[in-house]
């Protein structure tokens, strides 16, 4: 159910759902305090208020203005990870009201000071017995509440106030909430909003696996011993092996979805409202017919008193009999909610509503809550179409977004969107209410743009400009502005025409994305949405006040309208574009206008400032915020730097706006710090070393010719982002100072102190140990980085001539813009057609086109690399397209790199350890130009022919069928002569049948065509058969990626792809076509820096810090985003794990099932991230002593990932070692063993024949057959492992120990049994057989085991830690009370074996 509180416009700052304690009063203790809302078991924003966090001033309390400073001073602070950084656990100062509804016992509710009186509707709203209830006023001692005050701030309330529920008059408005809101009531089991995507409704399976069993400790009782009840056998199609790939287990049946309990036939708003004028003066403000399960008719007439029967009377069904009659029947039942009447007038709507109501309050509030924003399903069963009056309503009514529950009608989305940003930022709680504002109003504006995009493309909004041709008009519809990804009046001409005017609108996305984070004050961006629908491109845009009424040339005054023919500059736009010039890397430089005359800029020529008449300084058109990509951008006169040329870069591209990824950027620029930091630290030490003693010069020259190269192994500590002026906020943590990829800068110091940059600046990757040989070869590098540092933090003024030629040198080779610190900036207009540059800056100029070769070069001889070898070592596992696409775009690489990035695997020398890689990028590949291909064959298709041209595709793309032949609507011949005239006003109104021509052969030249003109890869396969079989592909998997990427919804079914005789889709199997939406993600900074810290005091051994912090995290987040985000899910995975590596096994699976409902829920259900969640929670399940629901949840993720990425992928040898183990532990031997020796099969493929993993494999398998007293293959696999953990680790080793110890117990059992058998061979029936011993596996061992495979190594924690740890808390909770916080002891860090590996 939409909660009525989503509705308010998010930009009335006093009536956000945010609760927030008091700013601390006194003004020394700066800390603020924010507090928990309550868990009430639906307000959404709900988590369990035991005890909430106050974030101290420590680092995050800086704003970004000051984290990019670089003060001197700050390398203490900044390097020390705010450990400084005080969290107090405070008490959270609820307390308890009582509710008095009518007809219900009163009842205690915990509400804290924060929340509005708004909630508490809320929370009745949905609560059991007073869920009918909508249209009523709180009471206190008579006093209406009113309903957006916070409680702190209404007199007399206090602890075991009473307040009083009171039935109000309804009105029109009211009466219609009120249906509506019956209607969410008797849907809420039902699935099919969340198959048609609407309202942020989408699907979770998880509670079908654990029969709702998890987390609830009253229904937890530990079973006596499990084992017997088991059913362990898993279906056919997830044993190892099966080449069965089903698609109908996605969905498994739900049983309160197959039958659910009606309880009305039929409720809709009948046909004679409005009320006629005699009847509104008695109080009728609508009529209602129904008809209830006992096939009863009867019409309501809802007046301001409530709810009655009427005298209208249906005599026979037919409605020519039907005699209309709005006075109260009699009786008239009359009741202040729908509800009560019905149930005085059907029995079995009494029965079942309360039924349905028990049932709807047992599920997971994370089942009901809506997503910020629309998850979209693939599949879906085939529904029914039932009766629905509220849905009907809202398509015929011009409801733009939800205007009845909003004053003033439609909103004002630009208004909204920048009032949110204009909101104070000087502390935690004002920085919390306004980033919740700027998010809700962006998932609203992102769900309102959807729906009018839709709108446009199917033909239902009038153009502004209705005269010109389809393809160039305009729309406006609920105050946003839509225009059509085409390139109009020519506008992209140069750029590359159509195919630059598509690229467009996602490129400005990612500008306006960029300038929102760095959130300058002052500084306006449109609200932007892009939407992918029927193969159109759809950009929506809030509207600047004003700008429709006068000419683009008038109001632009800085930029330029026709890349770069006529430029304007202005101060204010300078001024303001200077903040965000450090962060986003951007350069301020002059282009000459078309007078010639100098023009002054800080953003691409393209960007235009404009003032709005609300007097905003906005900016527009941001899709050259980034340099532009070299490699794709051929220009004539200019060569590319050899690492670039050496893959066959330059390429000719489709359009002339491929531009570097801002992750590239500052990867980049990280990159280039280091080497920075590098020079100058080598040069002090020469100049320490000449000052020292000249006679050791020699020696010293000689050792630093090493090439200094390091790699990604090799993490820079010493330096701090704080003061790395390239680094922005964002990494401000001093663990982002990982070297991004390997840094080469083989400078060779020359005895005079200059530094020669050679050619490998880009740093090709070497090996790992250089670098470390490097900082031990010279001894007192370390000192000298140290030396460099201060050199860069301070402006150059105070350092002697000597420092500062070194830092001039230094800035020269790495091509920084300042001679006296280090700064790479980009100027993003170079290579622009048409942009002149005046005459003076012609050095600049050159330095910055080597900037960009460099940054070319970059990307292809350290990104790529880098992210294979992140691939090989298995810290960059994609399981999909998407995830894929991920891996790629967090190291800036682009998707038009995917041809060169499979051709780097090709070469590499492991590419059977890349096999999953390979095959997956392949795939991305080969669905990506199928996309391309599609939007423009959708295009042609009219509305009435679009299943079966989709079902044709689909045919012709994975069917084996030779000849599909796409059906044509059989009405096409009749409808052709007459709609001719007006057909070409709706987009998609194509008036061919060309699309019915396409044959598979032709579509899979197509592919091959456009991989090699868009990817330059050679696919050699003319059929879907050729490529399956060539690359290892899966039908179902590659039927999966095109549909999520088109947004194509088909049945659910088994399909039969490999069928000759007859085609594998028919158009009724399409059941739907969504849009693809991109948009911006507003985020929660407060929220991440504590996540962050979170992580870094977990990974430095501090998990009790670690998890308060984590804790406090969540907290926050669930106060920005509301109760559902990725954002969220992450936090929840993170506190499991902490839970469950400190002992609380049943939190840990509270918070675990919590992170797989969300992932289902906001990723997808068979999402790469929510298959993991499922292993997690099978983990914690199995602790628990759950078997059976553990295998289950395993059988699930084994599923899912089969049907994502089939079975030869590395991940699944982790799956399948946790399967065998609970098979193990349940004693299902046989069983067992299949899945383990698969897993030992994968890991020796993945990890290489002398892995340690490969070893515990063999270890597991050996250990299974010892249970089954099969000692001599035991014997033969931890023979196996032994040699593997002596050769890898030496004899030393425990792990070798261990390993030669279970080797000597096998070899003497083996002796034993064969004894005892020889015994029998020789003495027949009367031999004496020494009893064998036969180990069932304990639990705790197959727990053991479990953990090691899954990475979590326990810390020992004794009882009496424990004890320390509650006192510890407690402690503090009383200090808190008693107002006296006082430093917190420096706790010893807990001595951890290893990392804990953080997901």
Known sequence: ?????????????????????????????????????????????????????????????????????????????????????????????????????????????????????????????????????????????????????????????????????????????????????????????????????????????????????????????????????????????????????????????????????????????????????????????????????????????????????????????????????????????????????????????????????????????????????????????????????????????????????????????????????????????????????????????????????????????????????????????????????????????????????????????????????????????????????????????????????????????????????????????????????????????????????????????????????????????????????????????????????????????????????????????????????????????????????????????????????????????????????????????????????????????????????????????????????????IPRLAQAKELAETLVAEDGSCIDPKSREVVLNACKAVGSISNTSFDIRFNPDIFSPGVRFPDDSADDIQKQKQLLKDAAAFLVSCQIPSLVKDCLDHSALPMDGATLTEALRQRGINIRYLGTVLEFVDKTPAKAQLEHFYRIGISELITRCAKHIFKTYLQAVELSALSAAVSHFLNCFLSSFPDAVAHLPPDELVSRRKSRKRRNRVPGGGDNTAWASLTPNELWKNIASEAKSYYHFTIQCESVDQVVEKYGFQKTTLLREISVKTGIQILIKEYNFDSRHKPAFTEEDILNIFPVVKHVNPKASDAFHFFQSGQAKVQQGFLKEGCELINEALNLFNNVYGAMHVEICACLRLLARLNYIMGDHAEALSNQQKAVLMSERVLGIEHPNTIQEYMHLALYCFANGQLSTALKLLYRARYLMLLVSGEDHPEMALLDSNIGLVLHGVMEYDLSLRFLENALTINTKYHGPRSLKVALSHHLVARVYESKAEFRSALQHEKEGYTIYKNQMGEAHEKTKESSEFLKYLTQQAVALQRTMNEIYKNGSNASITPLKFTAPSMASVLEQLNIINGIIFIPLSQKDLENLKAEVQRRQQLQELGKIEEPTEDRPLELEDKIPID
């Open 1 to 777: 159910m939409v909660s009525k509180t989503d509705d308010i416009p998010a930009s009335v700052p006093n009536c956000n759902p945010v609760d927030f304690a008091d700013e601390a009063g006194d003004g020394a203790q700066d800390s603020k305090e924010t507090s928990k809302t309550h868990l009430k078991d639906s307000c959404g924003c709900g988590h369990s208020a035991d005890t909430a966090m106050v974030n101290g001033d420590g680092a995050h309390e800086r704003t970004e203005e000051e984290d990019s400073k670089q003060d001197g001073n700050s390398e203490a602070d900044g390097g020390d990870e705010s450990n400084e950084q005080e969290v107090i656990v405070i008490q959270d100062t609820g307390f308890t009201v009582k509710i008095q509804a009518p007809g219900t016992e009163p009842f205690d509710l915990q509400v804290s000071p924060q929340e509005m009186v708004q909630e508490i509707h809320q929370v009745l709203m949905d609560r059991e017995d007073t869920c009918h209830r909508t249209c009523f006023s709180l009471q206190l001692d008579g006093n209406v509440l009113d309903n957006f005050a916070e409680l702190k701030s209404i007199e007399g309330l206090q602890e075991g106030s009473l307040l009083k529920v009171v039935e109000e008059p309804y009105t029109v408005r009211e009466a219609r909430i009120h249906v509506r809101h019956i209607r969410d009531l008797l849907k809420s089991l039902d699935p099919s909003d969340s198959y048609n995507g609407v309202d942020c409704n989408s699907l979770s399976f998880l509670s079908i696996f654990t029969d709702g069993d998890l987390g609830d400790s009253d229904k937890r009782k530990k079973k006596g011993n499990e084992l017997e009840q088991i059913d362990c056998t898993p279906p056919e199609h997830i044993l190892p092996g099966s080449k069965d790939r089903p698609l109908v287990p996605l969905q498994p049946p739900n049983k309160d979805w197959k039958q659910p309990m009606q309880c009305l036939k039929v409720l809709t708003m009948s046909g004679w409202n409005p009320p006629p004028g005699n009847r509104k003066m008695h109080g009728d403000l609508m009529y209602l017919c129904m008809v209830t399960v006992e096939e009863r008719h009867i019409s309501v007439t809802a007046s301001t008193r409530g709810f009655y029967l009427n005298q209208s009377v249906n005599i026979s069904t037919s409605s020519t009999t039907y005699t209309f009659n709005p006075k109260p029947a009699n009786p008239s039942f009359l009741s202040h909610s729908l509800v009560e009447l019905l149930s005085q007038i059907s029995p079995a709507f009494k029965k079942n509503f309360t039924a349905l109501q028990k049932k709807r309050v047992q599920r997971h509030p994370f089942e009901r809550i809506a997503t910020p924003f629309q998850v979209y399903s693939w599949t879906a069963p085939q529904v029914d179409h039932a009766m629905d009056c509220v849905r009907a309503e809202d398509a015929y009514t011009s409801r733009l977004g939800y205007e009845e529950h909003i004053p003033g009608q439609t909103r004002d989305w630009n208004e909204e969107l920048q009032t949110t940003r204009e909101l104070p930022r000087k502390n935690l709680p004002e920085r919390l209410l306004r980033e919740r504002a700027i998010f809700k109003v962006h998932s609203d504006f992102a769900a309102a743009a959807t729906r009018g995009a839709m709108a446009v493309i199917d033909g239902n909004v009038m153009a502004i400009n209705p005269g010109e041709e389809t393809r160039m008009q305009m729309f406006i519809w609920n105050n946003i502005f839509f225009s059509l990804g085409f390139d109009v009046r020519d506008h992209y001409r140069e750029l590359g025409g159509d195919a630059a005017a598509h690229v467009a609108p996602t490129n400005d996305l990612n500008g306006v994305q960029a300038y929102g984070a760095v959130d300058v004050e002052g500084l306006y961006t449109l609200g932007t949405v892009v939407v992918d629908y029927r193969g159109y491109r759809v950009t929506a845009q809030s509207i600047i006040p004003g700008i429709l009424e006068r000419e683009q040339e008038q109001s632009v005054i800085y930029g330029s309208i026709d890349f770069g023919k006529t430029v304007v500059s202005h101060s204010k736009y300078l001024e303001l574009l200077e903040k965000t010039s450090r962060p986003l890397k951007v350069q301020r430089h002059n282009v000459l206008n078309e007078k010639s005359e100098s023009v002054e800029l800080c953003s691409s020529v393209e960007c235009k400032g404009i003032i709005g008449n609300d007097g905003r300084h906005y900016i527009l058109d941001l899709l050259r915020t980034f340099p532009p990509d070299l490699n794709f951008l051929p220009v004539d006169g200019e060569e590319l730097s050899p690492e670039s040329r050496r893959q066959g870069f330059p390429r000719q591209h489709r359009h002339r706006l491929a531009c570097l990824r801002q992750e590239l950027i500052e990867a980049f620029v990280e990159h280039r710090y280091l080497l920075f930091m590098k020079m100058a630290a080598l040069q002090l030490m020469q100049q320490k070393a000449n000052k020292e003693a000249k006679a050791n010069i020699h020696a010293i020259t000689e050792t630093a010719e090493a090439p200094s190269e390091s790699s990604a192994d090799t993490t820079q500590t010493q330096t701090t982002a704080s003061d790395s002026p390239g680094a922005t906020e964002s990494n401000a943590s001093a663990a982002s100072q990982t070297a991004t990829a390997g840094e080469g800068n083989s400078s060779q110091p020359a005895t005079n102190g200059l530094v020669e940059p050679a050619a490998t600046l880009n740093g090709e990757c070497k090996s790992p140990l250089e670098g470390k040989e490097l900082e031990e070869s």
